[in-house]
């Protein structure tokens, strides 16, 4: 059995994400966090260390997202 943890964002994201993950295999913004941050954790694993190019680009893609201001 998998332990779980939660992770607190505004409800504006929330509602934001909602509106984002429409019509995409994603069913909750669960799905979303869990996959975004599993993406991030493989490719920095795989590479032993995020170049800071590398780093730039998901905190780009994750304020795009609105995970970051």
């Known amino acids: 059995m998998t332990d779980y943890t939660t992770v607190s964002i505004p409800t504006d994201l ?14 909750s913004t669960s799905d979303l966090v869990r996959f975004l941050l599993r993406s991030i954790v493989i490719q920095h694993q ?5 170049t ?7 905190a780009e893609q994750l304020q795009d997202l609105g995970y970051l201001d």
Do not use: M
């Open 52 to 58: 800071e190019s590398e780093f730039a680009e998901i």
């Open 14 to 27: 929330a509602d934001r994400v909602d509106e984002t993950i429409e019509g995409t295999s994603f069913s």
């Open 46 to 50: 795989q590479q032993d260390e995020l």
